[in-house]
C-alpha cells in the first residue's frame, strides 16, 4: 500500500486517519507538512490541495482532500465500511457527527479557553453530544461498534474526537454513558491501535 498521508505534525484533523490507518493495520508514510512546506504546497494550488487546506491522502495518481471524505475513502477500500445503501449512510452521518463535535473541540481552545471549556462541559457535551452517541451505540445492538457488526471507519472517526475530548479538556469523561465508555475503551485495546497509542507523541 502505497498512502501517504500530508498533514502538519500535531493530531488535529489528521489524527482520527492516522487512527484508522492504525485500526486496520495498514501502512502508510506520514507526511510532516510544516511552515513553509505548506506554503509550497499552496503555491502549487487546487491541483495539490483542492481547497489549500490538509489533511490530503495521496494514493497514487489521487490526491484526496476532506477529512471524512478520507476516512470513507480508506474504510471502503480495506473492507470497513458497510455496503448496504443504508447502512453506508449511516456510516458516513456518524463520521459527519464526529466532525461536528470536531470543530466545536477546535473551538475550545484560544482567548477565554477555561470559560468556553466550562460552558461546553455543562451544556452540550453532555446534553447534546454524549446522549447521541449513547443512543447511536444502543440502537445499533450495544455491540460496541456504531454501524453493522463490525469495524467501520466511523467507529475510527467518534472514538478520536473522543479521545481528543478526554485528553485535552479538563473534566471531560464518559462516566454517564457505559455504552460509549465500552465502545472506547474496546477501540483503545485493539492490539494494533494500543501499539500506535503507546507509541505515539503525548500531545
Ligand atoms: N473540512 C476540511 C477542513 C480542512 C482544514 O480546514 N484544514 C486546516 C487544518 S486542520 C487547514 O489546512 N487550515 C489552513 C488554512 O485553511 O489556511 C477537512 O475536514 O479536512
Known sequence: MSYRLHY???RGRGEQIRVLLAALDV???????AGEKFGAMRAEGPATLNYLALPMLEDGDLRLVQGPAIM??????HGAAPTDPKEAARADSITLGAE??????????????????????DG?????WLPAFEYLLESNGSNEHFVGNAFTFADAAVW???NAMVSFIDGATLDAVPRVKAFYDAFAARPSVATYLAGRPKD
Open 72 to 77: 470513507a475513502y480508506i474504510g471502503r477500500t
Open 124 to 128: 452540550a457535551w453532555g446534553s447534546r
Open 27 to 33: 501502512s502508510y508514510e506520514n507526511v510532516h507538512v
Open 8 to 10: 502538519f505534525p500535531i
Open 160 to 162: 478520536d474526537v473522543l
Open 100 to 121: 461536528d463535535l470536531r470543530m466545536k473541540y477546535f473551538g475550545l481552545f484560544g482567548d477565554g479557553a477555561a470559560e468556553k471549556q466550562k460552558e461546553f462541559l
